[in-house]
Structure formats: C-alpha cells, structure tokens
C-alpha cells in the first residue's frame, strides 16, 4: 500500500508539473492574414499580410478596419523568404489564421511546382486556406486596401 501511494505521489507530481510551459502570448506573434508569392529577379519574394496590433489600439486606423501590414522579403526558396520576413519583424510567424495564398503571375508561369509543393509539404500550411492566382504582383492584392 506505502509503495502505491509513493507511485501515485510521483505520478501526480509529474502531472502537475508538465503544464503549458511553452505557451505564448498574441502579441508575442506576427499573426498571418494572408500570404503572397512572386517572382521577381531570379528569386522568390514572399509577401505577408499580417495583423499590426499596434495599430488596433485607439487610432484611427481601427476605426476603418485597418489594423494589417504587410512585409515582403525575398530569397532562393519560399521557405527561406519566410525565415527572412521572421528576422525582420523580430517575432514568431503564426500561419493558423491564414485565409489565402496568392500566387503571381510570374512565379504561376515559371515555379508553380515548387509553390504547390511549398503547400502540400510545408508545417505552415493549411488545408483549407484558399489558393488564388493574381494578374501581375501578388503582392499588389495583398496591400489592396479594400
């Protein structure tokens, strides 16, 4: 009986002790609202539209539904072109809240393999994100302010 209790203490122990330890706050995350691809120069540039909490608090951008910016880096890989943009804002890329991947028109001509594999391989991925294709930049769609 002294040996059960001593396996139930330890169990417990271990239990209580084992929480969320990596948890992570909003506004340590760079909140992906949208992701767009070109080609451009013999590289990939990878655009982003993510949510500037800065700009959700009292300004008058909030009031007009515009709390997004977006942040564009280029590099030889979709992959890479995100680990540039995560150096550049200084925060860990969330993609659970990503509604679409735009493609442009170069990068759909020359490199549509590469995205679609990007899509059906990469962690950051979604299943049900919506996949377009833009006449001209992608980037272009994803600073439309409408």
């Known amino acids: 009986m002294k040996t059960f209790k001593c396996i139930a203490l330890v169990l ?3 239990l209580v002790f084992t929480s969320c330890s990596q948890t992570q706050k909003l506004g340590d995350l760079t909140v992906v609202q949208g992701m767009g691809i070109d080609r451009e120069e013999g590289k990939t540039r990878v655009s982003l539209q993510y949510l500037n909490l800065a700009k959700s608090s009292g300004s008058t951008e909030t009031l007009t539904g515009n709390i997004t910016d977006v942040s564009a880096e280029s590099a030889d890989s979709i992959s890479a072109a995100v680990s540039n943009i995560s150096k550049t804002l200084s925060r860990e890329i969330f993609f659970g809240q990503n509604k679409v991947v735009v493609f442009g028109e170069d990068y759909a001509a020359d490199s ?3 995205g679609m594999d990007y899509l059906l391989r990469s962690d950051y991925s979604r299943p049900d994100v919506a996949v377009a294709m833009a006449q001209g930049f992608a980037k272009e769609i994803l600073e439309n302010k409408e």
Do not use: F, G, I, Q
Request: proline share 0%; glycine share 0%; aromatic share 0%.
């Open 112 to 114: 549509m393999e590469k």
């Open 12 to 14: 417990l122990t271990a």
